[in-house]
């Protein structure tokens, strides 16, 4: 099995479905259009570009598909996450019928795309059901009030969920889930068949637009062309890091009877939110339910939250057997609940950005795609200055303060001591910080019990990263950036490795 490099955990699609290696980019080359980044993002750019004639190189650090895309739970949705009436605060009603809009059509090309490149990817449309959770605001009066002016929605009774009274709830029809890597192993297909070229295992280093475009290679190739477009979780080179606070989500994959739990989506309004659908197996269902986010770096508990799922899970479907999967993922929000896709600069307007899910990947990915190509092409969009990354805060103060405190108090880390006094104290498949001197050090001990030392410094802007015992990676608790045991980096913004130290002889 081919699993990502995001870390230790398999997803329920990486296990049912293998990610896509291609050869590494070893000559430099020029293009029309390169794409870093081979996500829902980066391939749906590449498919609707190379369907108009286009020249698309696209490239990834990792094997196809393996990244944050390989990580989500696939929903497809049009009730925007951050709640539609909080949409309309921050950006009006127009704009707000506009993102719904963008989402509702997002949905229709994955469906259209499906069907045209024959796709066997599981997709279905189906209905979603937001309800009130015990912990969670009860505001589905504003949000019934708003979403009614823009699309489909109905009050009913309760969610169609055999075992637990839901109370009354939003029904949301016409939404959709498929199987995300089936997905993207088509799109890959239609792309290369269409003329474009993807290469896997070969990292972008660094970018220039401006009158002549390319990008660098970590392995010393350059690839010219006309437009770039920035399809990575984080663009990488940019300085949105503020705008951008990353967040780690939690999934567990249960398995239930054949047709015990109805096929729909659900969510709840709790915050962080939980939710919910199934994936059908031949002898059995699996039921996907995720939640109980986080700030990137700043907790390491993922055994008490899968325990927190598994438990909210077996109270509403008892018919849930045995957790046959765990995994988390990593997903940037942004200050007013929709992506920022576009041009990156007014500087560099033949550079491209499409970043900034907020928890809705799959359509913002997909939105991003048919935005940027239509930039690309010249074709007028009137989701444009809806998704402009330039776009001014539309937060309160209230609302952004904690953000900002979030990322910043971590840099207290460097005045802290290590979490263990020497190398002696970690154990086989553990890490810890470690001070020596006025330095620090990211310890880690293997399983067979080899030590892998790197700084502890990470080199976006210098925070001390933290240990993620779930996924066995260095994680920065700042702004979100990944690395490997080894030091590698796995997330922007961080572009380069962990420092390396003087080797020890444990």
């Known amino acids: 099995m081919l699993k990502s490099d995001d870390g230790k955990t398999v997803s329920y699609w990486e296990a049912s479905e293998d990610l896509i290696k291609k050869d590494s980019l070893i000559e430099s080359i020029e293009t029309d259009i390169c794409i870093i980044g081979a996500g829902i993002s980066g391939l749906t750019t590449a498919y609707l570009l190379t369907k108009a004639g286009r020249e698309v190189i696209v490239i990834d650090d990792g094997l196809i598909g393996g990244g944050t895309t390989s990580r989500t739970t696939a929903h497809l949705s049009n009730a925007i996450d951050d709640r539609i009436y909080r949409i309309e605060e921050w950006h009006g009603e127009e704009k707000a019928r506009l993102a719904v809009e963008a989402h509702t059509k997002a949905i229709d090309e994955i469906e259209r795309i499906a069907t045209e490149e024959k796709i066997d990817c599981d997709f279905s449309r189906l209905d979603g059901f937001l309800f009130k959770a015990d912990d969670g605001e009860d505001d589905l ?14 009050r009913v ?22 199987h995300i890597l089936k997905y993207l192993s088509g799109l890959a297909k239609a792309v290369e068949q269409n003329g474009g070229r993807i290469f896997s295992n070969t990292r972008a280093i660094e970018w220039k637009g401006e009158d002549s475009p390319e990008v660098k290679t970590a392995n010393g190739q350059t690839i010219k062309a006309k437009s770039i477009v920035l399809a990575t979780n984080y663009p990488i080179m940019s300085k949105m890091f503020a705008k951008l606070p990353a967040y780690r989500t939690y999934v567990i994959g249960a398995r239930v009877p054949k047709g015990s739990v109805e096929k729909a989506l659900f969510w ?5 939110y939980r939710y919910v659908r199934t994936q059908e197996e031949a002898e059995h269902d699996v039921l996907i339910v995720g939640g109980k986010d986080h700030r990137t770096g700043q907790e390491d508990d993922a055994n008490r939250r899968f325990a927190n ?14 957790i046959l999967y765990k995994w988390s993922g990593q997903f940037f929000e942004t200050h007013d609940g929709l992506a920022f896709i576009g041009r990156f600069s007014n500087s560099e307007p033949n550079v491209y950005l499409i970043t900034g899910d907020s928890g809705m990947g799959m359509t913002h990915g997909t939105i991003g ?24 805060a539309t937060q309160s103060i209230k609302e952004a303060i904690p953000e900002i405190v979030s990322s910043t108090v971590p840099y207290v880390d460097w005045i802290t001591g ?17 001070r020596q001197g006025a330095s620090k050090i990211a310890a880690y001990r293997d399983e067979n019990g080899k030590l892998y030392q790197r700084s502890a410094v990470c080199t976006h802007l210098g925070c001390i990263v933290r ?7 260095w994680d920065c608790p700042c702004h979100g950036s990944r690395f490997g045991i080894d030091g590698h980096p796995i997330n922007a913004p961080a572009i380069s490795p962990l420092g390396e130290i003087e080797e020890s002889s444990n």
Request: proline share 5%; glycine share 8%; charged share 30%.
């Open 141 to 154: 009066d504003k949000e019934f009030e708003a979403a009614q002016k823009m699309m489909q929605v109905e």
């Open 268 to 272: 709840d309004t709790a915050d962080p």
């Open 369 to 392: 795609g048919m935005l940027v190509s239509d930039l690309i092409l010249g074709r007028e969009n009137a989701w444009q200055e809806v998704f402009e990354p330039s776009r001014l």
């Open 309 to 322: 799922l598994w438990q909210w899970t077996k109270t509403r479907f008892p018919m849930a057997e045995e």
């Open 418 to 434: 290590g979490d263990v006094s020497s190398v002696d104290g970690i154990k086989n498949g553990e890490g810890a910080i470690i």
């Open 157 to 178: 009774e309760r969610a169609p969920i055999k075992d637990f009274d839901t109370g009354e709830c939003l029904r949301f029809p016409r939404q959709g889930q498929f």
């Open 467 to 473: 240990f993620n015992s779930l996924e066995k990676t």
